[in-house]
């Protein structure tokens, strides 16, 4: 079974501009969550999307978001990009039964880099 | 709000050493407990997980026991090899959440020395 993919791998952008991110999750997964992981911050959860809708949401700014498509393949977008944006930003799929015990499996994620 | 604390890195150990790293949590009731690996240039493994106080989760020879007592999830392993070296992450999910939203402690990078 094929693992979690992300899109790009690599990302250079400059500040003001926005960019999209894109994760396929393993196939029959149904919840997809998104963390950033900076050297300063570490690890933080941005959101989680199961059935198309923001089931959780972590504290970050509303240039923030994401959707979920009906095949659970999700996309982050991050708006007006600050230079503390550069990051690994990270996708997380897992099968959802509702218990708090899923495993999420991740993805190798996507290194943004804002000049 | 929930934390995570493990030990700073980095640890430097040699070949065949005993490994411990130190997790503590701050949650309330019985939050799931994970150990997550990351080696260089790629994403995060799960390497064992507890869902329950004295459980004991193991997996390629490492071995973690969740304490509610000490709300600790201490990572050991008795003899590390060199492939062993990485960052390793210890994260806790909340008890009766809906849905996934892991937090993380703040890592501990481990060099295992020939």
């Known amino acids: 079974k094929a693992g979690v993919t992300q899109t790009p791998r690599y990302l250079i952008k400059t500040r003001g501009q926005q960019v999209t991110l894109s994760c396929s999750p393993i196939s029959g997964h149904r919840s997809v969550s998104w963390y950033q992981q900076t050297p300063g911050q570490g690890l933080q959860f941005l959101f989680e999307?199961?059935?198309?809708?923001?089931?959780n949401k972590g504290n970050f700014p509303g240039r923030f978001s994401g959707r979920q498509f009906s095949n659970s393949r999700s996309e982050m977008n991050v708006s007006t990009l600050e230079l503390g944006d550069s990051a690994l930003y990270l996708c997380a799929s897992s099968f959802s039964s509702g218990r708090a015990t899923d495993t999420q499996y991740f993805g190798p994620g996507t290194r943004l880099t804002v000049l | 709000g929930n934390s995570v604390t493990q030990m700073e890195g980095p640890v430097t150990l040699s070949e065949e050493a005993f490994l411990t790293i130190n997790c503590t949590y701050t949650?309330?009731?019985?939050?799931?407990l994970f150990w997550y690996v990351q080696y260089p240039g790629e994403g995060l493994q799960l390497l064992l997980k507890a869902t329950k106080a004295d459980d004991k989760g193991s997996n390629k020879g490492f071995e973690a026991t969740y304490r509610k007592e000490t709300t600790s999830f201490h990572l050991e392993k008795g003899s590390v090899q060199v492939s062993d070296s990485a960052v390793y992450f210890c994260?806790?999910?909340?008890?009766?959440?809906?849905?996934?939203?892991?937090?993380f402690g703040g890592g501990t990078r481990v060099l295992v020395k020939p």
């Open positions: 994260a806790l999910s909340p008890w009766k959440a809906a849905g996934n939203k892991l937090t």
């Open positions: 949650a309330t009731g019985y939050p799931s």
């Open positions: 999307y199961f059935s198309e809708t923001q089931r």
